[in-house]
């Protein structure tokens, strides 16, 4: 079953204590397509300038991603400039051209309006709605939003959510977006506005799944060497759908092994800079670290 | 198998946003021995003053806490007075008055000297030493420490560490001890110091266990109030030690049980001030959170 994405396809030039990448692929739109590339097939609905290098493009076509979707329009495509310093959980944003992304009104081709898997990146609220009226009878919508959606067009957030059964948001957002600081009181307040279910994500801390009042609870993957954490929260919405997806099942065991995949696609992108480790995944490789996910977390119950 | 605990008695006075007391009952060894009470039973050596309230010995008395080794001398109980902002991970102390825990030297009861499960609260790292002279066998021994002693008495911490089995420290201090922003690589360095596993807090984000090279993670429990965070950390040792104690186990699945009874008696105890929740608790509670982490955490595994 193919996932409809619709986000943002960058140029980024990153540095961290561990190195530094000047016009690596990035991007929402772009992490997301490659890590669900491994579980199921993308639609990609973006927009890059004149200057995307073709290697890129052919990295996504490597990954079966379709790109009838990806506009190439005339001008420069989007570029975001950021440092980490030794705390890999803040970014701090050095400089943001939105070059052609400023202008972008996702068009949704024809072929791609019977997707039932969507997963709307983090673009503008009201863009986000668009996209939905487009796409005929989703199964499944997931939707990501960021604080400055939540402080500069919150009625229009809040119009979005409506229609959409997932909304995956880091814990901080939750927090905001609710006026909430109890983190289960905030997840019911954001439910009752239309999600079905929250994909809380906690950085190093890992994620909790809250659903109809129940919640689940994974650990990030304990690593020694963190390159980049760039695209984590991408690339985890990107095995969370990609698994459902392929699984075909939305029942509450699915939820939760579609959290831990996403852990695992998060685990291993910030492994390395831009794409650089998500691109030579391998299948194998992804289900050792769900195995070590379980074995982290397991421990037998009582009588 | 009955434990040695060997720490602080005292009064504290706690604000927080949902209330405050003043002169409750507090001290790291209490916490612990009442927690770790509903599992086996508890030896226990710290200081009091002549203030110290009976009822407050009676509700250890009811705990079955033994407490032949609490020494009441002249002077005033140890008090302790602090608040707790909207971040409820961050204490902010207000006062400290030593009183007749300035000069505390713990004195080991004849019958307690076959401990052979001995937990060092969180005191001066010499007198956690003088303590492991007095006892005979013992076949685990944990212990906590805090910056304050990772400050100011490093070498002597490390020379305790040398004969301690289980380090039980908060995140943040691993990362100080260590020299080490790595968790990881922080616990590495640790064990190549001593001890054979660390228990890692990380407050409301859960714990990790750090043992042979495998970690073990454990989320807190999501609640929806949290009155009181004082005395969560000697809780959750007080719930890791008091199963190990009880199984006479100390196989791996053990380790993993007993992070799990840890989180249980933490969770209980943030609910109200002071001991208030953990004395009024019942094993039919405790079995019933230990498998509410069970539900927070399992996932299917994959072929």
Not at 122 to 136: A, F, G, R, T, Y
Not at 148 to 167: A, C, G, M, N
Request: with cysteine.
């Amino acid at each position: 079953m193919s996932i409809l994405v619709v986000g943002s396809t960058a140029l980024d030039s990153v540095k961290t204590p561990f190195g530094e990448m000047d016009d690596a692929l990035g991007g929402s739109a772009t992490y997301f397509s490659v890590s669900a590339s491994y579980f199921t097939n993308i639609n990609l609905v973006a927009v890059v300038g004149e200057d995307f290098p073709d290697n890129y493009i052919n990295l996504l076509k490597k990954h079966k991603v379709d790109l009838k979707g990806l506009q190439k329009v005339p001008g420069k495509t989007f570029r975001w400039k950021g440092q980490y310093m030794y705390d890999l959980n803040q970014a701090e944003t050095l400089n943001t051209e939105l070059n052609v992304f400023a202008d972008f009104k996702p068009r949704i081709p024809e072929e791609y309006c019977n997707s039932e898997y969507v997963f709307l990146a983090n673009i503008d609220p009201e863009l986000q709605l668009e996209v939905l009226k487009q796409v005929k009878k989703p199964k499944l919508i997931a939707c990501d939003t960021m604080n400055f959606w939540i402080e500069r067009k919150p009625s229009q957030l809040k119009k979005t959510l409506k229609y959409v059964d997932i909304l995956v948001i880091n814990e901080a957002e939750v927090r905001q977006l609710a006026g909430e600081k109890n983190l289960i009181k905030a997840a019911k307040t954001i439910c009752s506005w239309g999600p079905k279910a929250l994909v809380i994500k906690r950085g190093e801390y890992g994620s909790l799944f809250y659903f109809k009042g129940q919640m689940f609870s994974a650990p990030a993957f304990p690593l020694e060497t963190v390159s980049d954490p760039t695209g984590a929260g991408d690339s985890f919405a990107g095995g969370f759908m990609g698994y459902l997806a392929k699984s075909r099942s939305l029942k509450e065991k699915d939820f939760r092994r579609a959290i831990i995949f996403g852990s695992v696609m998060a685990s291993y992108n910030v492994e390395d800079f831009s794409l650089n480790r998500l691109k030579r995944l391998d299948w194998k490789q992804i289900k050792q670290r769900f195995l070590q996910f379980r074995k982290l977390t397991y421990f037998d119950t009582i009588k």
